[in-house]
């Protein structure tokens, strides 16, 4: 199995009830309804099979949006852009499987469920331990797949009569990153600063950096109130790993450990020195 190219548009089959359906930048939308749609991200790695599944859920008039992906990585990342109520994922794929998937989402704040669709039954009883909602076997019948529907509706309306206060938000964050294939995984607050490439930044921490598909700007804006501020117009550096700030010949430098100091623009250094003070006041 390969794994399929990021932002990728289903091939819908013949048949597919266009009047009601529109597919638009990677995901597709149907016309509202009484009750809130489901939003579905579908991940799997076989491009048939996910055309396939998102023909049959499409004819179902509880989903709304239906987003794709063809790994467990790539959903990840359609995850940042497009929140969720449910994803429908295969379990056998390269790099991050279906399970190593549901055991990252496990630890979202508002976790979306999780329907397994898979043709291997071996995987039933650790897929109950990570409580995912349905398991579907392949191939996929469009009754079975309504069912799974119906039990992640249900599910919704009991966890809102259920849980009318909302979950606090998760003190860390999990960043996926690959290197030759292998995903693994770096926490937020094991990042000492991050460096603008491109439309990419690369994330630095104290036993390596990591490139990642997200511009500094959307960094920026994202982990802003999480003590990362801009000190260059090409880096960002986390407020909480500054050990020192010195000021040479007018200009100002930031330590991180021994090893590391990072210069600061004129631009910055006010907004740096305010951001501290505020740091030491709390």
């Not at 048939?48 to 023909?55: D, G, I, K």
């Not at 019948?141 to 509706?153: D, G, K, M, W, Y």
């Not at 690959?178 to 104290?206: K, M, N, P, W």
Request: proline share 5%; net charge negative; with cysteine.
């Amino acid at each position: 199995m390969t794994a399929s190219t990021a932002g990728r548009d289903a091939a819908l089959p013949e048949g597919m009830p266009h009047r009601r359906v529109a597919l638009f930048c990677g995901f597709m939308s149907t016309t509202p309804s009484s009750t809130p749609p489901l939003r579905a991200l579908l991940v799997d790695d076989e491009a048939p099979t996910l055309a396939e599944l998102a023909w049959l859920l499409s004819k179902d008039d509880r989903i709304g949006q239906i987003h794709t992906a063809g790994s467990g990585t790539e959903a990840l990342q359609a995850l940042d852009h497009h929140p969720v109520d449910v994803i429908f994922t295969d379990i056998s794929m390269p790099g991050l499987d279906g399970l190593a998937l549901a055991k990252v989402l496990a630890r979202f704040a508002d976790r979306p469920q999780v329907v397994f669709v898979t043709a291997y039954d071996e995987h039933a009883v650790a897929a109950f331990e990570l409580e995912v909602t349905d398991y579907v076997m392949k191939p996929v019948r469009a009754e079975r797949l309504a069912e799974a529907v119906r039990r992640v509706v249900a599910q919704r309306a009991e966890t809102r009569t259920s849980s009318p206060v909302a979950p606090e938000a998760p003190a860390d964050e999990t960043i996926p990153v690959e290197l030759g294939g292998v995903t693994t995984f770096v926490q937020r607050s094991q990042i000492l600063y991050a460096q603008a490439q491109g439309d990419y930044a690369r994330l630095h921490t104290d036993k390596g950096s990591h490139l990642v598909r997200i511009s500094l700007n959307a960094l920026e804006e994202r982990w802003g109130e999480h003590g990362f501020v801009r000190i260059h117009r090409s880096t960002l550096v986390s407020t909480g790993h500054i050990t020192a700030v010195t000021v040479a010949g007018g200009r100002c430098k930031v330590s991180l450990g021994d090893d590391i100091a990072l210069e600061v623009s004129r631009r910055h250094t006010r907004a740096l020195r305010d951001r501290l003070i505020r740091s030491a006041g709390r």
